[in-house]
């Protein structure tokens, strides 16, 4: 495991768009399987594909020149420069980034209706969600990391929530009570 933190560096350094794809792709594939075993279901390798395929294919990317994008639009890492990325961020990516995800995910689960997750959800989804002091060549494995974070409560949504964080927390509060004691698996 050591080996990791040591080439990881020069991956990023020689390569850091894979690199930071990858990365983002590994934990917001993370952030479903924490999602299925937080509710207690067991694991759906097909749906932890589609998110990776969603992650890969659009938001590893995404992020990676959007980010990039802000940097060179509104350098530096004065409070206010912060700040405007921010914003920049919420009023811009965010909605591009919520919509790819329930677009992504209904096409790839072949739903008849692929805007209808987008309708009933978006809204709540929006309202929740980057930006820190963290150096540019690491913010997209950066936003990988609060990706896990965030593929876990979008998927926890797009597999029975309505999009806010009160449901994610009552589904986790209805697992708890609704278990059943069941003797261990051989």
């Known amino acids: 495991m050591a080996g990791w933190w040591r080439v990881l560096p020069r991956a990023a350094g020689r390569y850091p768009w894979p690199t930071n794809v990858l990365l983002y792709t590994a934990l917001f594939s993370a952030g479903d399987a ?27 990317n995404f992020n990676y020149v959007w980010l990039r994008l802000l940097e060179r639009a509104l350098p530096g890492r004065a409070p206010r420069v912060i700040l405007a990325k921010v914003l920049c961020d919420q009023a811009l990516g965010g909605p591009v980034a919520v919509s790819a995800f329930y677009l992504g995910m209904s096409i790839l689960q072949g739903k008849d209706d692929i805007f209808l997750d987008l309708r009933q959800k978006f809204w709540n989804t929006y ?34 929530g309505d ?21 261990p698996e051989k």
Request: proline residues 4%; positive net charge.
């Open 34 to 60: 924490l999602q299925q075993r937080l509710r207690g279901c067991r694991a759906d390798w097909r749906q932890t594909r589609h998110v990776a395929t969603v992650a890969v294919v659009f938001h590893g």
């Open 127 to 160: 309202k929740l969600t980057n930006f820190s002091l963290v150096p540019v060549p690491w913010r997209t494995a950066y936003t990988g990391l609060c990706g896990f974070l965030w593929a876990t409560f979008l998927c926890f949504s797009q597999q029975g």
């Open 163 to 183: 999009g806010t964080l009160k449901s994610a927390f009552a589904s986790l509060r209805t697992k708890g009570t609704n278990e059943v004691e069941s003797p």
